[in-house]
Every structure is written in C-alpha cells, then in structure tokens.
C-alpha cells in the first residue's frame, strides 16, 4: 500500500509540475498576459510558497519538487504579467 500511495504522489508531483509548462512557454514567445488575473498568480505564487515550507517541515519530497517547478513557472508568468503592467501594456 505504501509503493501505491508514493506512485501516485509522484504522478500527482509529475503532472501538477507540467501543468504550467505549456502556459508559460506560450507567455515568454507572445508576451501577452492581458487575459491573465495578476492577483490569481499572485495568490499562486504565494500558494506555491506554502506548499514547499509545509513539504520541508514534513518532509515530502515530491510536494518541494512539485511545487519548485510550479514557483518557477508562476514566477515567470507573473513577472511578465508585472512587466507589462508597469510598460503600460496592459490595466491590472
């Protein structure tokens, strides 16, 4: 039971990790996040953030490697966002 439980906490790190990948590549060659919330990927961020101090203080590899690829994505994403933002492209 406990071989299950750990594939399926890899799978579930595997698949939350890729989920932005997509997204964020089409971002960095568009440049375009006016259809993006700012305060949705803000609260990502921040959630990202939770979930990898929470997974240090209870040990949980696949929970700190999830959710370090998915800070890095969100990051770029929401500094893009903020970027265009400030550079007047786009309200927030």
């Known amino acids: 039971m406990e ?3 750990n594939i399926l ?3 579930g790190a595997i698949l939350t990790s890729i989920v932005l990948i997509p997204q964020s590549f089409k971002i960095i060659r568009t440049r375009d996040t006016k259809s993006l919330s700012l305060y949705m990927y803000i609260i990502f961020v921040l959630s990202a953030i939770t ?3 929470f997974a240090i203080l209870s040990n949980q590899p696949a929970i ?4 370090t690829i998915v800070l890095f994505f969100a990051s770029i994403i929401l500094i893009l966002k903020i970027n265009n933002i400030f550079r007047k492209k786009e309200k927030s």
């Not at 700190?64 to 959710?67: L, Y």
Request: charged share 10%; net charge positive; glycine share 0%.
């Open 9 to 11: 906490s890899w799978i």
């Open 64 to 67: 700190i490697k999830t959710n």
């Open 3 to 5: 071989l299950t439980i």
């Open 51 to 53: 979930w990898i101090i």
